[in-house]
């Protein structure tokens, strides 16, 4: 048994100050109260001026992306071994940064679900994952192995997630700006379609979260009662098109929506985004803004940073995505929520996200307070991944 003090804890909800411990045993927690509520004889490890959080989620990640130029276009080019190497960099990256659970929403075929089945004990990120996403032939991503046509081609694609032990069904439900000759304005599956892969889903326990930037997708995964959504760009022919009745529906259904904001500080993002932005007469603070608006409006936003795709989208900035939204005008608690409790409740993860006795001892430790300076989650001090020290993670101030 050990506990870890600090000056506050933010138990994935609220944040509590005056002095904290979190006593751990067996990779879980045992109890969070008040300083000096350490059990007698129980080895202490204090991080004063401090604040004690859970380890973060990060709900849309690509683990065989490695963030370079071209990553989504170079993942066929890799061997297997390369592959793994590149899966392996990319999770103790999202561990550098504070994060303790990934959801990978974008595999080559099935080389994640591999990865994860061959390291069982890893002390890495705890993954889910979706194998490849489904898509239409030459669709968004196509070459992570995913495309389909037809309605017996998409229960088949279910299926065969279900025999690779995938957490989640991904589909693409419009087109990407990152895939070129697909369109992020333009659906790529009927309502009908979709509702195949979502009922199909549901029979054998499988949530389904749809890709959409377009307002028709967004519309037709709603209409089809997908899980979440990735993006939700609201995007049409002539720019953006925020419809409130889509809005009000994402309300009363509760749908998790994960718009993937945040870049690497001072980057620029790639011509095809920036493309992408001039085209819809947006930037990347009016996305931040949209995205407030919609949790003001009671949208249920959860972070995730899309992480590895690009430079600008690296892994490991899911503090980005995080800020970002405080940028757009949520407050540091609410931010924090998304990539906490928040995010672990839209993935079905009950002992993740909340430091509560029962939950998985997944600890990050900040300076400071971060209900009051959110950029403090930019500098982890320390982690701990199911009560073990990650000791890569030792203060970045
Ligand atoms: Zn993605």
């Known amino acids: 048994m050990i506990a870890i003090a600090a000056d506050g804890v933010f138990d994935g909800?609220?944040?509590?100050?005056?002095?904290?411990?979190?006593?751990?045993?067996?990779g879980r927690i045992v109890s969070v109260g008040p300083a000096g509520t350490t059990p007698a004889g129980c080895e202490v490890t204090r991080f004063d001026g401090c604040t004690i959080l859970p380890g973060l989620i990060d709900t849309h990640v690509h683990l065989c992306c490695d963030g370079k130029p071209g990553a989504l276009d170079r993942i066929p080019d890799f061997t297997a071994p390369e592959l793994d190497a590149v899966i392996e960099s990319s999770l103790r990256t999202q561990l550098a940064a504070g994060v303790t659970t990934v959801r990978d929403l974008g595999d080559r075929d099935w080389a994640v679900l591999d990865w994860r089945a061959r390291h069982p004990d890893?002390?890495?990120?705890t993954i889910l994952a979706s194998g490849p996403p489904i898509t239409i032939p030459n669709g968004h991503c196509w070459n992570m192995g995913g495309a389909v046509t037809g309605d017996d081609a998409?229960?088949?694609?279910v299926a065969e997630r279900v025999t690779r032990g995938a957490?989640?069904?991904?589909?693409?439900?419009?087109?990407?700006i990152n895939t070129p000759g697909t369109d992020p304005a333009a659906a790529q599956f009927t309502a009908a379609e979709l509702l195949v892969v979502v009922e199909e889903s549901h029979a054998v326990g499988l949530p389904v979260t749809a890709h959409a930037h377009s307002l028709d997708a967004i519309r037709f995964a709603l209409a089809a009662g997908v899980d979440s959504i990735e993006h939700c760009s609201?995007?049409?022919a002539s720019g953006l098109g925020v419809d409130e009745s889509v809005v009000e529906e994402l309300v009363a259904t509760g749908t998790p929506v994960c718009p993937t904001l945040g870049i690497v500080p001072g980057m620029t993002p790639p011509p095809a985004v920036l493309e992408h932005l001039r085209r819809t007469g947006s930037d990347l603070s009016t996305r931040n803004a949209l995205f407030a608006r919609l949790h003001h409006s009671g949208v249920r936003i959860i972070s995730g940073s899309d992480g590895g795709i690009t430079p600008a989208k690296a892994h490991g900035i899911l503090p980005e995505s995080v800020i970002a939204l405080t940028d757009g005008g949520l407050s540091p608690t609410a931010a924090l929520t998304t990539a906490t409790r928040h995010a672990a409740t839209a993935l079905n993860l009950p002992t993740k996200g909340r430091l509560t006795p029962g939950s998985d001892a997944d600890l990050l430790v900040v300076h400071g307070n971060p209900t009051t300076d959110i950029t403090t989650l930019r500098s982890p001090e320390a982690l701990f991944v199911r009560g073990r020290r990650e000791l890569s993670v030792c203060g970045g101030r």
């Open 13 to 26: 909800e609220v944040y509590s100050g005056g002095g904290a411990v979190v006593v751990v045993e067996a």
């Open 122 to 125: 890893a002390l890495l990120p």
């Open 154 to 157: 998409l229960r088949a694609a």
């Open 167 to 176: 957490d989640v069904v991904k589909i693409m439900a419009s087109g990407g």
């Open 234 to 236: 609201f995007i049409t």
